[in-house]
């Protein structure tokens, strides 16, 4: 079945970077678009970025575009977040998810991680 | 931008009541709808997909329509277990978007 680990996430300084991994098990990971979405402490869900499956485009929503980047390694069926230039409203549970085409260019984000915990204080 | 207005924001209801849920979409959005049921400390779960079809192994008493750019969301007899805050989500152009949750209690 469809098995979605993420990792890497800690307390990190304002101003700093850090790099979030989710390795991917169960499914023809090459052949899918990823999603990483955000869910900051008692809030509701936001999308932050999409690459395609084979990493050709990717897409970042306005509140991390030009500090956030989506990367992918098909060999190790993991995709990436490296987060710069953090500040306190980046504090979220960051979550991966598998992108099912469902036609006309839309990516349903079906299958979901764990969530990994990334904390931006001083 | 697409916005999604989703409605109510907390919701008490008794075992066994039938439960509404709704969701608008600022435009035009097909069935590129997801509904999503998400527990405490837990990722959120894929309930609905395409507006109205249930994902596999999800209990029949959950269901979702469609008429124009909005959608609905219903359990026709609420269990224990269906405590949780329930999000729509559009897919259909980026950047996605999701309704602001509805915090569903037992009364």
């Known amino acids: 079945q469809v098995h979605l680990v993420e990792s890497g996430g800690g307390v990190v300084q304002p101003g700093r970077s850090l790099k979030v991994s989710c390795a991917a098990s169960g499914f023809m990971f090459s052949s899918y678009g990823m999603h990483w979405v955000r869910q900051a402490p008692g809030k509701g869900l936001e999308w932050v970025a999409f690459?395609?499956?084979?990493?050709?485009?990717?897409l970042y929503a306005d509140s991390v575009k030009g500090r956030f980047t989506i990367s992918r390694d098909n060999s190790k069926n993991t995709v990436y977040l490296q987060m710069n230039t953090l500040t306190a409203e980046d504090t979220a549970v960051y979550y991966c998810a598998r992108g099912d085409y469902h036609g006309s260019g839309s990516y349903s984000p079906d299958h979901w991680g764990q969530g990994t915990l990334v904390t931006v204080s001083s | 931008d697409i916005q999604m207005t989703q409605s109510p924001s907390s919701l008490s209801a008794s075992v066994g009541d039938r439960v509404t849920i709704t969701c608008q979409a600022s435009?035009?959005?097909?069935?590129?709808l997801n509904w999503f049921q998400q527990k405490p400390g837990k990722a959120p779960k894929l309930l609905i997909h395409d507006a109205s079809n249930l994902e596999t192994g999800v209990p029949s008493r959950f269901s979702g329509s469609r008429s124009g750019t909005d959608f609905t969301f219903t359990i026709s007899s609420l269990q224990s277990e269906d405590i949780a805050t329930y999000y729509c989500q559009q897919y259909d152009d980026f950047p996605y978007s999701f309704g602001q949750g509805t915090k569903l209690e037992i009364k």
């Open positions: 435009r035009d959005i097909s069935n590129f």
């Open positions: 690459i395609w499956y084979d990493g050709s485009n990717r």
